[in-house]
């Protein structure tokens, strides 16, 4: 089956700085790749997504690039702010396939930003 | 996205009992998974839920420990059964929108702690 790493497991900015979180995954047959932003104590958000037909999408200052030969992904945060501290976790599925869609996650990140 | 809700949001229950969590969307939805996250993990999926048929189980976890009901498309029930304090966890449901849309949305979990 399908295996998420993550790494950094903790990261530490300061205001303004930019911030990124690597994963890879390991099944080739993966083809959807979201993130996910969990504040303590709230439910998994989701905030920005990628397709293997794609290269890179950006939402305003989050962005998020795959390169399907190396079966690694990466989130890029500019101009951080305090309340971007969370914990974040990238996932990676084979939607169209016959397991539906179901994700499997990496490890986490938790991102602190300090003002 | 859909909205999604759970009931109950949290519960302390004596090891030997079963707990029932439900979710509910207000829309239909094609696919609706149910997730563990025990505390400061990542989320680990734990059975798709089929509308109509027997759910789909991931490695490591059994319908006797855990059976789950969709008796149609936008409700399912988890019941976590013969407790112990290791099932202390938050349990989420997600929930995949009808349509070509890849996107999970995730419900605002039950926090069940076992004593």
Known sequence: ?115 | SAVISQKPSRDICQRGTSLTIQCQVDSQVTMMFWYRQQPGQSLTLIATANQGSEATYESGFVIDKFPISRPNLTFSTLTVSNMSPEDSSIYLCSVRSRGSGYEQYFGPGTRLTVT
């Not at chain 1, 205001?15 to 709230?42: H, M, R």
């Not at chain 1, 958000?45 to 293997?52: G, K, Y």
């Not at chain 1, 309340?83 to 986490?108: I, M, P, R």
Request: with cysteine; net charge neutral; hydrophobic share 30%.
């Open chain 1, 1 to 115: 089956g399908e295996n998420v790493e993550q790494h950094p497991s903790t990261l530490s900015v300061q205001e303004g700085d930019s911030a990124v979180i690597k994963c890879t995954y390991s099944d080739s047959a993966s083809n959807y790749f979201p993130w996910y932003k969990q504040e303590l104590g709230k439910r998994p958000q989701l905030i920005i997504d990628i397709r293997s037909n794609v290269g890179e999408k950006k939402d305003q200052r989050i962005a998020v690039t795959l390169n399907k030969t190396a079966k690694h992904f990466s989130l890029h945060i500019t101009e951080t702010q305090p309340e971007d501290s969370a914990v974040y976790f990238c996932a990676a599925s084979n939607a169209g396939g016959t397991s539906y869609g179901k994700l499997t996650f990496g490890q986490g990140t938790i991102l602190t930003v300090h003002p």
